[in-house]
Nanobody
Framework: QVQLVESGGGLVQAGGSLRLACAAS????????MAWYRQAPGKQRELIAG???????NYADSVKGRFTISRDYAKNTVYLQMNSLKPEDTAVYYC????????????WGQGTQVTVSS
């Protein structure tokens, strides 16, 4: 059973900002590239941002320039700063290692809902 606890989601107007946090167990956080994923209604879960152990980052084209991923080794926490939010960013956001584990429950946290109103 993994320990991943996402937080920081909520309802925000288009153009607004949110900062998500993910507290991870040390056995996941310390040895892996960490990433944020999201799943919109009726769609598959997609990777949107990743950060390596050395701090190198990559982003999906849909969020590049608007979202920033970071990690704090002292807190075993991954963050996602989301700016200039759009209604199409509405989804449940999850963090996990990258490449991702199986999709079954037990490998993922509960996620945090982000809703962007137009």
């Amino acid at each position: 059973q993994v320990q991943l606890v996402e937080s920081g989601g909520g309802l925000v107007q288009a153009g607004g900002s949110l900062r998500l946090a993910c507290a991870a167990s040390a056995n996941i956080f310390s040895v892996n590239t960490m990433a944020w994923y999201r799943q919109a209604p009726g769609k598959q879960r997609e990777l949107i941002a990743g950060v390596t152990r050395a701090g190198y980052t990559n982003y999906a084209d849909s969020v590049k320039g608007r979202f920033t991923i970071s990690r704090d080794y002292a807190k075993n926490t991954v963050y996602l700063q989301m700016n200039s939010l759009k209604p199409e960013d509405t989804a449940v956001y999850y963090c996990n290692r990258s490449p991702p584990p199986p999709t079954q429950a037990g490998y993922w946290g509960q996620g945090t809902q982000v809703t962007v109103s137009s």
